[in-house]
Protein backbone atom coordinates (compact mmCIF):
# COMPACT_ATOMS: atom_id res chain seq x y z
CA UNK A 1 0.00 0.00 0.00
CA UNK A 2 1.55 3.33 -0.98
CA UNK A 3 1.30 6.71 1.28
CA UNK A 4 -0.90 7.95 -1.25
CA UNK A 5 -3.76 4.96 -0.48
CA UNK A 6 -2.70 5.75 2.95
CA UNK A 7 -4.09 9.38 3.10
CA UNK A 8 -6.52 8.58 0.99
CA UNK A 9 -8.24 6.34 3.72
CA UNK A 10 -7.58 8.71 6.17
CA UNK A 11 -9.91 11.22 4.42
CA UNK A 12 -12.47 9.16 3.29
CA UNK A 13 -16.08 10.42 4.80
CA UNK A 14 -16.74 7.48 7.18
CA UNK A 15 -16.06 3.97 6.88
CA UNK A 16 -19.05 1.68 7.16
CA UNK A 17 -18.26 0.33 10.26
CA UNK A 18 -18.41 3.73 12.23
CA UNK A 19 -22.11 4.49 10.38
CA UNK A 20 -23.04 0.85 11.73
CA UNK A 21 -22.17 1.99 14.96
CA UNK A 22 -23.78 5.34 15.10
CA UNK A 23 -27.57 3.89 13.49
CA UNK A 24 -26.99 1.31 16.02
CA UNK A 25 -26.50 4.20 18.69
CA UNK A 26 -29.36 5.67 17.97
CA UNK A 27 -31.94 2.73 17.42
CA UNK A 28 -30.68 0.79 20.41
CA UNK A 29 -31.14 4.09 23.06
CA UNK A 30 -34.60 4.70 21.34
CA UNK A 31 -35.65 1.19 21.97
CA UNK A 32 -34.53 1.27 25.40
CA UNK A 33 -36.22 3.95 25.85
CA UNK A 34 -39.67 2.72 25.16
CA UNK A 35 -38.77 -0.90 26.36
CA UNK A 36 -41.16 -2.21 28.92
CA UNK A 37 -44.08 0.39 28.22
CA UNK A 38 -47.45 -1.10 27.69
CA UNK A 39 -48.44 -2.21 24.41
CA UNK A 40 -50.83 -0.18 23.98
CA UNK A 41 -48.90 3.24 24.77
CA UNK A 42 -48.40 4.02 20.87
CA UNK A 43 -52.18 3.63 20.10
CA UNK A 44 -53.36 5.89 23.20
CA UNK A 45 -50.79 8.52 22.55
CA UNK A 46 -52.17 8.74 18.77
CA UNK A 47 -56.02 8.90 20.07
CA UNK A 48 -55.27 11.72 22.54
CA UNK A 49 -53.28 13.44 19.80
CA UNK A 50 -56.72 13.20 17.50
CA UNK A 51 -59.01 14.45 20.35
CA UNK A 52 -56.68 17.17 20.91
CA UNK A 53 -56.78 17.89 16.99
CA UNK A 54 -60.42 18.41 16.53
CA UNK A 55 -59.49 21.34 18.55
CA UNK A 56 -56.24 22.65 18.05
CA UNK A 57 -53.93 22.20 15.06
CA UNK A 58 -50.63 20.17 16.70
CA UNK A 59 -48.03 18.31 14.85
CA UNK A 60 -47.17 14.53 15.76
CA UNK A 61 -44.02 16.24 17.22
CA UNK A 62 -45.42 18.66 19.71
CA UNK A 63 -46.87 15.82 21.94
CA UNK A 64 -44.34 14.02 24.22
CA UNK A 65 -46.07 11.33 26.11
CA UNK A 66 -44.14 9.64 28.63
CA UNK A 67 -44.45 6.73 30.89
CA UNK A 68 -42.44 6.99 34.46
CA UNK A 69 -42.71 3.90 36.71
CA UNK A 70 -41.42 4.55 40.53
CA UNK A 71 -42.10 2.00 42.74
CA UNK A 72 -46.15 1.28 42.52
CA UNK A 73 -47.25 4.19 40.88
CA UNK A 74 -46.90 5.02 37.15
CA UNK A 75 -47.00 8.41 36.08
CA UNK A 76 -48.05 9.46 32.67
CA UNK A 77 -46.89 12.36 31.62
CA UNK A 78 -48.39 14.54 28.71
CA UNK A 79 -46.76 17.42 27.08
CA UNK A 80 -48.28 19.51 24.52
CA UNK A 81 -46.78 22.38 23.04
CA UNK A 82 -49.66 24.53 21.76
CA UNK A 83 -48.91 26.95 19.01
CA UNK A 84 -49.42 30.58 19.57
CA UNK A 85 -53.05 31.82 19.68
CA UNK A 86 -53.79 34.08 16.68
CA UNK B 1 -26.58 -27.92 41.94
CA UNK B 2 -26.37 -27.64 38.13
CA UNK B 3 -25.81 -24.15 36.78
CA UNK B 4 -28.12 -23.22 34.12
CA UNK B 5 -27.18 -21.38 31.24
CA UNK B 6 -29.05 -20.13 28.14
CA UNK B 7 -27.48 -19.76 25.06
CA UNK B 8 -29.66 -17.38 23.05
CA UNK B 9 -29.28 -14.00 20.32
CA UNK B 10 -32.90 -13.13 18.54
CA UNK B 11 -31.75 -13.22 15.78
CA UNK B 12 -31.20 -16.69 14.22
CA UNK B 13 -28.03 -17.99 11.92
CA UNK B 14 -25.97 -16.37 14.42
CA UNK B 15 -24.47 -19.82 16.05
CA UNK B 16 -26.19 -20.30 19.06
CA UNK B 17 -26.35 -24.28 18.58
CA UNK B 18 -22.17 -24.11 17.27
CA UNK B 19 -21.87 -22.18 20.33
CA UNK B 20 -24.39 -24.46 22.75
CA UNK B 21 -22.08 -27.53 21.14
CA UNK B 22 -19.21 -26.16 21.69
CA UNK B 23 -19.78 -25.04 25.29
CA UNK B 24 -21.27 -27.69 26.60
CA UNK B 25 -18.58 -29.84 25.54
CA UNK B 26 -15.67 -27.90 26.46
CA UNK B 27 -17.61 -28.08 30.37
CA UNK B 28 -17.92 -31.67 29.81
CA UNK B 29 -13.84 -32.21 28.67
CA UNK B 30 -13.18 -29.73 31.81
CA UNK B 31 -14.54 -32.28 33.73
CA UNK B 32 -18.16 -31.42 34.56
CA UNK B 33 -21.09 -32.76 34.13
CA UNK B 34 -22.95 -31.42 31.56
CA UNK B 35 -26.32 -31.37 29.59
CA UNK B 36 -27.42 -29.44 26.78
CA UNK B 37 -31.25 -29.38 26.18
CA UNK B 38 -32.49 -28.15 22.48
CA UNK B 39 -35.31 -25.25 23.13
CA UNK B 40 -36.45 -25.55 19.05
CA UNK B 41 -39.44 -27.56 18.96
CA UNK B 42 -40.08 -28.15 15.75
CA UNK B 43 -36.91 -27.42 14.13
CA UNK B 44 -34.10 -29.99 15.81
CA UNK B 45 -31.11 -29.37 14.92
CA UNK B 46 -28.96 -29.62 17.78
CA UNK B 47 -28.77 -33.52 17.45
CA UNK B 48 -26.98 -33.26 13.69
CA UNK B 49 -24.45 -30.38 15.10
CA UNK B 50 -23.46 -32.97 17.74
CA UNK B 51 -23.69 -35.74 15.72
CA UNK B 52 -26.56 -37.65 17.33
CA UNK B 53 -29.25 -37.76 14.97
CA UNK B 54 -29.61 -41.64 14.40
CA UNK B 55 -29.51 -42.19 17.93
CA UNK B 56 -32.67 -39.95 19.05
CA UNK B 57 -35.40 -42.25 20.00
CA UNK B 58 -37.69 -39.87 22.64
CA UNK B 59 -37.26 -36.00 23.05
CA UNK B 60 -38.09 -33.48 25.39
CA UNK B 61 -41.33 -32.92 24.64
CA UNK B 62 -41.75 -37.07 25.47
CA UNK B 63 -40.66 -36.47 28.91
CA UNK B 64 -42.49 -33.45 29.17
CA UNK B 65 -45.72 -35.35 28.46
CA UNK B 66 -44.36 -38.51 30.60
CA UNK B 67 -44.03 -40.75 27.40
CA UNK B 68 -41.11 -41.57 28.29
CA UNK B 69 -38.14 -40.96 31.21
CA UNK B 70 -35.37 -38.52 31.49
CA UNK B 71 -33.47 -41.42 31.57
CA UNK B 72 -35.00 -43.01 28.05
CA UNK B 73 -35.05 -39.60 26.67
CA UNK B 74 -30.95 -38.55 27.42
CA UNK B 75 -28.51 -39.08 24.79
CA UNK B 76 -24.82 -40.10 26.14
CA UNK B 77 -22.23 -38.40 23.17
CA UNK B 78 -19.83 -40.39 22.26
CA UNK B 79 -16.87 -38.51 22.19
CA UNK B 80 -17.17 -36.92 25.35
CA UNK B 81 -17.21 -38.22 29.02
CA UNK B 82 -20.02 -36.46 31.19
CA UNK B 83 -21.87 -35.14 28.14
CA UNK B 84 -25.38 -35.54 27.69
CA UNK B 85 -27.49 -34.17 24.89
CA UNK B 86 -31.77 -33.85 25.22
CA UNK B 87 -33.33 -33.51 21.76
CA UNK B 88 -35.93 -31.40 20.84
CA UNK B 89 -39.22 -32.54 19.19
CA UNK B 90 -39.92 -32.38 15.71
CA UNK B 91 -43.77 -32.10 16.67
CA UNK B 92 -45.17 -29.15 15.04
CA UNK B 93 -47.19 -27.81 18.56
CA UNK B 94 -45.68 -25.00 19.45
CA UNK B 95 -47.40 -25.31 22.71
CA UNK B 96 -45.87 -28.56 23.39
CA UNK B 97 -43.71 -26.68 26.52
CA UNK B 98 -44.81 -25.92 29.33
CA UNK B 99 -43.33 -23.82 31.98
CA UNK B 100 -44.33 -26.54 34.69
CA UNK B 101 -43.17 -29.23 32.57
CA UNK B 102 -40.03 -27.72 31.50
CA UNK B 103 -39.04 -26.60 35.54
CA UNK B 104 -39.96 -30.29 36.35
CA UNK B 105 -37.93 -31.76 34.42
CA UNK B 106 -34.21 -28.79 35.20
CA UNK B 107 -35.30 -29.85 38.78
CA UNK B 108 -34.47 -33.83 38.01
CA UNK B 109 -31.38 -32.75 35.79
CA UNK B 110 -30.29 -30.36 38.51
CA UNK B 111 -29.97 -33.16 40.98
CA UNK B 112 -27.31 -35.21 38.92
CA UNK B 113 -25.25 -32.49 36.40
CA UNK B 114 -23.29 -29.55 37.26
CA UNK B 115 -24.18 -27.35 34.16
CA UNK B 116 -27.16 -27.29 31.96
CA UNK B 117 -27.21 -25.51 28.72
CA UNK B 118 -30.42 -24.24 27.31
CA UNK B 119 -30.23 -23.99 23.50
CA UNK B 120 -32.44 -21.55 22.49
CA UNK B 121 -34.35 -21.41 19.13
CA UNK B 122 -34.24 -17.58 17.52
CA UNK B 123 -37.01 -14.86 17.78
CA UNK B 124 -38.89 -13.89 20.85
CA UNK B 125 -41.40 -15.88 20.93
CA UNK B 126 -42.46 -18.83 23.42
CA UNK B 127 -40.00 -20.85 22.50
CA UNK B 128 -36.96 -18.73 23.28
CA UNK B 129 -38.90 -17.28 26.53
CA UNK B 130 -39.01 -20.70 28.33
CA UNK B 131 -35.71 -21.46 27.33
CA UNK B 132 -34.19 -18.40 29.45
CA UNK B 133 -37.16 -18.12 31.99
CA UNK B 134 -34.75 -20.34 34.55
CA UNK B 135 -31.35 -19.33 33.51
CA UNK B 136 -29.25 -17.94 36.26
CA UNK B 137 -26.71 -16.69 33.51
CA UNK B 138 -26.78 -15.83 29.71
CA UNK B 139 -24.63 -16.20 26.90
CA UNK B 140 -25.84 -13.53 24.21
CA UNK B 141 -24.34 -14.92 20.58
CA UNK B 142 -23.84 -11.95 18.71
CA UNK B 143 -22.22 -11.43 14.98
CA UNK B 144 -20.76 -7.86 14.52
CA UNK B 145 -23.30 -6.75 12.18
CA UNK B 146 -26.06 -3.80 12.99
CA UNK B 147 -29.15 -6.15 12.73
CA UNK B 148 -27.44 -9.11 15.48
CA UNK B 149 -26.93 -6.41 17.57
CA UNK B 150 -30.30 -4.74 17.79
CA UNK B 151 -31.66 -8.09 18.26
CA UNK B 152 -29.29 -8.83 21.12
CA UNK B 153 -30.28 -6.04 22.81
CA UNK B 154 -33.71 -6.84 22.26
CA UNK B 155 -33.27 -10.16 24.19
CA UNK B 156 -31.41 -8.82 26.80
CA UNK B 157 -34.21 -6.38 27.47
CA UNK B 158 -36.32 -9.75 27.72
CA UNK B 159 -33.96 -11.50 30.24
CA UNK B 160 -33.97 -8.81 32.05
CA UNK B 161 -37.43 -8.67 32.41
CA UNK B 162 -39.03 -12.16 31.60
CA UNK B 163 -36.76 -14.18 33.41
CA UNK B 164 -37.37 -15.94 36.51
CA UNK B 165 -34.43 -14.31 38.27
CA UNK B 166 -35.43 -10.39 36.86
CA UNK B 167 -39.09 -11.70 38.31
CA UNK B 168 -37.64 -12.35 41.96
CA UNK B 169 -35.91 -8.62 41.41
CA UNK B 170 -32.62 -10.26 40.79
CA UNK B 171 -30.11 -10.42 37.62
CA UNK B 172 -29.60 -12.89 35.08
CA UNK B 173 -25.43 -12.73 34.41
CA UNK B 174 -25.04 -11.35 31.03
CA UNK B 175 -22.28 -12.94 28.59
CA UNK B 176 -21.95 -11.67 25.39
CA UNK B 177 -20.10 -13.81 22.58
CA UNK B 178 -18.66 -12.54 19.43
CA UNK B 179 -18.80 -14.96 16.65
CA UNK B 180 -17.85 -14.77 13.43
CA UNK B 181 -15.38 -12.15 13.34
CA UNK B 182 -13.31 -10.90 11.09
CA UNK B 183 -10.33 -9.14 12.42
CA UNK B 184 -9.27 -7.96 8.88
CA UNK B 185 -12.28 -6.42 7.91
CA UNK B 186 -12.29 -4.78 11.36
CA UNK B 187 -8.78 -3.25 10.38
CA UNK B 188 -10.43 -1.97 7.29
CA UNK B 189 -13.09 -0.48 8.84
CA UNK B 190 -16.01 -2.31 7.55
CA UNK B 191 -16.91 -4.16 10.43
CA UNK B 192 -18.55 -3.42 13.80
CA UNK B 193 -15.15 -4.02 15.86
CA UNK B 194 -15.10 -5.82 19.59
CA UNK B 195 -15.14 -2.61 21.40
CA UNK B 196 -17.51 -1.24 19.44
CA UNK B 197 -20.15 -3.86 20.25
CA UNK B 198 -19.57 -3.67 23.95
CA UNK B 199 -19.79 -0.47 24.00
CA UNK B 200 -23.57 -0.72 22.63
CA UNK B 201 -24.43 -3.40 24.64
CA UNK B 202 -22.38 -2.68 27.99
CA UNK B 203 -22.26 -6.34 29.23
CA UNK B 204 -19.18 -8.67 29.79
CA UNK B 205 -16.97 -10.25 26.92
CA UNK B 206 -17.30 -14.00 27.31
CA UNK B 207 -15.24 -14.47 23.83
CA UNK B 208 -14.38 -14.21 20.36
CA UNK B 209 -15.09 -16.35 18.23
CA UNK B 210 -12.85 -15.94 14.99
CA UNK B 211 -15.20 -16.34 11.13
CA UNK B 212 -13.13 -19.84 10.71
CA UNK B 213 -13.80 -22.35 7.74
CA UNK B 214 -13.26 -24.97 10.83
CA UNK B 215 -17.01 -24.04 11.74
CA UNK B 216 -18.64 -25.68 8.27
CA UNK B 217 -16.29 -27.95 8.76
CA UNK B 218 -17.27 -29.35 11.95
CA UNK B 219 -21.15 -29.31 11.53
CA UNK B 220 -20.80 -31.10 8.38
CA UNK B 221 -18.70 -33.87 10.34
CA UNK B 222 -21.25 -33.25 13.17
CA UNK B 223 -18.59 -32.93 15.67
CA UNK B 224 -18.51 -30.26 18.19
CA UNK B 225 -15.49 -27.34 16.60
CA UNK B 226 -14.22 -27.24 19.66
CA UNK B 227 -12.89 -30.75 19.14
CA UNK B 228 -11.11 -29.15 16.33
CA UNK B 229 -7.77 -27.98 18.56
CA UNK B 230 -5.93 -26.84 15.69
CA UNK B 231 -8.46 -24.50 14.62
CA UNK B 232 -8.77 -20.88 15.87
CA UNK B 233 -12.83 -20.86 16.54
CA UNK B 234 -11.94 -24.27 18.23
CA UNK B 235 -9.49 -22.59 20.51
CA UNK B 236 -11.44 -19.49 20.59
CA UNK B 237 -14.14 -21.53 22.79
CA UNK B 238 -12.07 -23.07 24.91
CA UNK B 239 -11.05 -19.64 26.25
CA UNK B 240 -14.16 -19.01 26.80
CA UNK B 241 -15.19 -22.08 28.41
CA UNK B 242 -12.48 -21.52 30.46
CA UNK B 243 -13.08 -18.13 31.06
CA UNK B 244 -17.00 -19.58 32.09
CA UNK B 245 -15.43 -21.47 34.94
CA UNK B 246 -13.75 -18.22 36.13
CA UNK B 247 -10.07 -18.24 34.91
CA UNK B 248 -8.48 -15.13 33.54
CA UNK B 249 -7.76 -15.85 29.85
CA UNK B 250 -6.32 -13.36 27.68
CA UNK B 251 -8.47 -12.99 24.09
CA UNK B 252 -6.72 -14.37 21.13
CA UNK B 253 -7.31 -13.98 17.21
CA UNK B 254 -8.23 -10.19 17.27
CA UNK B 255 -5.82 -8.84 15.64
CA UNK B 256 -5.35 -9.28 11.49
CA UNK B 257 -2.65 -11.51 10.83
CA UNK B 258 0.22 -10.30 9.06
CA UNK B 259 0.80 -12.16 6.28
CA UNK B 260 4.85 -13.43 5.72
CA UNK B 261 7.08 -12.24 2.62
CA UNK B 262 6.53 -15.45 1.55
CA UNK B 263 3.17 -16.02 1.58
CA UNK B 264 2.40 -12.31 -0.13
CA UNK B 265 5.21 -12.88 -2.72
CA UNK B 266 3.28 -16.51 -3.41
CA UNK B 267 -0.10 -14.81 -2.86
CA UNK B 268 -1.43 -17.67 -0.18
CA UNK B 269 -4.41 -16.57 2.13
Redesign the interface.
Known sequence: MGILDYLLKKNKPS????V??E???I??AH??ST??QPDYLPLMQQEIIDVIRKYVDIDQDQVSVQLDNADDCSVLELNITLPDAK | MAKIIVITSGKGGVGKTTSSAAISTGLALRGKKTVVIDFDVGLRNLDLIMGCERRVVYDFVNVINKEATLKQALIKDKRTEGLYILPASQTRDKDALTYEGVEAILNELAEDFDFIICDSPAGIEQGAQMALYFAEEAIVVTNPEVSSVRDSDRILGILQSKSRLAEQGKAVKEHLLLTRYNPSRVANAEMLSVEDVEEILAIPLLGVIPESEAVLKASNQGSPVILDTESEAGQAYQDAVSRLLGDEVPHRFLEQVQKGFFKRLLGGK
Open positions: SSASAKRLQIVERRG
